[in-house]
């Protein structure tokens, strides 16, 4: 269909008109049939054949002439006539949220702005906030949609991707006639990064639900709308992104599901295995012969090749489809598994929550105990409690827990592990702790391994947080060798966490594998520095279940007895 590329024209004739200051009803009538085509279900080109373009509500005989010349020619004259002389960096401009025609051809013709470079400029050395119509709000706008504009294109990490999938599903859930929506791809896998959210729907009315999932409030683009198929770009706080959307038969369901949660390479997986026993899957379903033998849900799919169901984050073909034959995959760990957050800032360092509000969400989440870990000494810059400051915090803690019934909180520390491997408390302060919490915040180049294993073999540290000291497509961590971290926590029964902070996910899906397989159990922290952070907590599970985690391979899974009674052993180890 050529409804898009026509609609997108269009559009650029409506702002190139208005670049070149004209206003009213010209405009309008590009701009309005740019948004009909888009919005039209019905293949453009058909309805040409038919004779039906002026048939269409919102396109005149002009516009509808524009259209045949597109689809005999491949390109409309018209649009060539009015872009010229416009520099083509000023249309760049208009892809940046808030950023109309009329503000840039006002900064164009006012202050000589021809491109991004320029519009920082005047943004930011104050000339723009004077022009008329301008003002000091507007230009923290733009500001922000630049923000946007240059993050548009790389990928999402899960907060964002989690946030806008359930939002426009919640939207979409009330549309006439939806059976079922849910979302696919990386997403549903619990990747650390997504490209792009994909939809899955069912639904009586397919059309209704391509128009309603386009006329999503933040759309910024459509770039697609089918009968039963609908791809947009969404304006979100951190950039464009986009979504697909697919519209299925009710008994394809499970085989769209399985097919566009992927990966590609579990898929290529699975379609071979099934090619061996004579069976067909596509998105459409399980095929011997032409007869269709699964397809309704997920589990009958997996069923038809022999297979027990392999969850969405084992997907990976990694391994999951030998263990799925044999007989021997995880019975992976659940978010409701867990019973405590072990990594916890208050207001007393850096955090901003009070520990009384953090107790109190802690207890609203389920949890039966937390302990609360503070920067250390050397964390001068986060707040670091020294070690009178430490003890007061215990004695307050120890005061907090006699009034407490049902839960408890854990005194504990994030020490600083030094330039030279030691700790930045005395072994008396870190003995009256429950929880020792070792990291490194300095040297990411200085012999990180040695240090993180003296701190490993340290007879009163429990945990090192985030063992690779990554952040997601920002840092690439510390110069660590993680096999021999993962080695000597081994060695010392110690435990690694994987810490929940979405740009951490440290350790990784990978890593956390291999720190199980060597016997290593593992904690999942928020490292929360507030109550709203409280709920990445899930960021870390689903990494956890990439990485083939069980409920008794994470400590955040025991009860309260038994995690004091194996912090205990481990001090005694
Ligand atoms: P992303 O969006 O880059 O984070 O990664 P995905 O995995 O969500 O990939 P996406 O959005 O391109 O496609 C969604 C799923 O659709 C993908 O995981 C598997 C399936 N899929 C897409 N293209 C192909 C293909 O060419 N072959 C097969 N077997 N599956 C595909
Ligand atoms: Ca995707
Ligand atoms: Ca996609
Ligand atoms: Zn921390």
Redesign the pocket.
């Known amino acids: 269909m050529k409804n898009q590329e026509i609609a997108r024209i269009l559009e650029r004739i409506a702002e190139a008109l208005e670049l070149k200051g004209e206003t009213g009803f010209r405009v309008l009538a590009y701009r309005k049939a740019a948004r009909v085509l888009s919005e039209l279900t019905e293949d453009v080109e058909e309805l040409n054949r038919e004779n039906r373009l002026e048939s269409i509500p919102g396109i005149g005989t002009g516009i509808a002439k524009k259209i045949q010349e597109y689809l005999a020619t491949g390109k409309i004259k018209k649009l060539e006539e009015v872009t010229k002389g416009i520099d083509p960096e000023l249309f760049a401009l208009l892809n940046i949220p808030g950023m109309g025609p009329k503000t840039i051809k006002l900064l164009h013709e006012q202050l000589q702005v021809n491109n991004l470079h320029d519009l920082k400029k005047v943004l930011t050395d104050g000339s723009a906030a004077h022009l008329p119509g301008m003002g000091k709000k507007k230009v923290s706008n733009i500001l922000k949609g630049i923000e946007i504009a240059e993050h548009t294109g790389q ?1 999402m990490y899960l907060n964002e991707a989690f946030e806008l999938a359930e939002n426009i599903i919640r939207y979409m859930e009330d549309t006439d006639g939806l059976k079922k929506i849910t979302f ?4 549903r ?1 619990g ?1 650390e ?6 939809i899955l729907a069912v639904a009586k009315k397919p059309e209704a639900l391509v128009k309603k999932f386009i006329n999503y409030k933040d759309t910024q683009q459509i770039l697609s709308a089918g009968a039963t198929r609908a791809a947009i770009r969404v304006i979100t706080n951190y950039g464009i992104r986009q979504v ?1 959307l697919r519209i299925v038969e009710e008994n394809e369901f499970g085989a769209a599901l399985q ?6 390479s579990h ?2 997986a699975i ?1 071979t295995m099934a090619q061996k026993q004579g069976l067909k899957i596509s998105e459409y379903g399980v095929f011997r012969e032409e007869k269709r033998i699964a397809g309704k849900d997920e589990v009958e799919v997996y069923q038809a090749l022999g297979l027990p169901y392999i969850e969405p984050e084992l997907r990976e073909d990694r391994g999951e489809i030998e263990a799925a034959k044999e007989g021997r995959l995880p019975d992976l760990i659940q978010i409701h598994d867990i019973r405590s957050d072990l990594h916890l800032h208050t207001n007393a360092s850096d955090g901003v929550s009070r520990l009384e509000e953090i107790i109190s969400a802690c207890k609203n989440i389920g949890y039966s105990h937390i302990a609360i870990a503070e920067h250390s000494i050397s964390a001068g810059y986060a707040g670091g409690l020294s070690e009178e400051e430490l003890m007061r915090r215990c004695d307050e803690i120890d005061k907090i827990n006699d009034k407490l019934s049902g839960f408890r909180v854990l005194k504990g520390a994030e020490v600083d592990i030094t330039l030279n491997g030691d700790l930045d408390y005395s072994d008396r302060a870190l003995g009256r702790l429950d929880v020792v919490i070792a990291s490194i915040h300095q040297g990411f180049n200085r012999e990180v391994t040695k240090r993180i294993c003296q701190a490993i073999e340290h007879p009163l540290v429990h945990i090192i947080a985030h063992p690779s000291g990554r952040l997601i497509d920002k840092r690439p961590g510390y110069t660590v060798d993680l096999e021999k971290v993962i080695e000597c926590a081994a060695n010392f029964r110690r435990i690694l966490e994987i810490n929940a902070f979405y740009e951490r996910l440290d350790l990784n899906d990978i890593w956390a594998r291999k720190a199980k397989e060597a016997g290593v159990l593992l904690a999942i922290n928020t490292d929360a520095h507030g109550v709203a952070d409280l709920d990445w907590m899930r960021y870390g599970v689903i990494t956890a279940r990439r990485a083939w985690l069980e409920k008794a391979d994470v400590i955040n899974c025991l009860t309260l007895n038994q995690l004091l009674k194996l912090l205990r052993e481990i001090k005694q180890y």
């Open positions: 990928r696919a791809g990386s997403l896998r990747k990064t997504v490209g792009d959210i994909d697909d097919y566009f949660t992927g990966s590609k898929n290529i379609r």
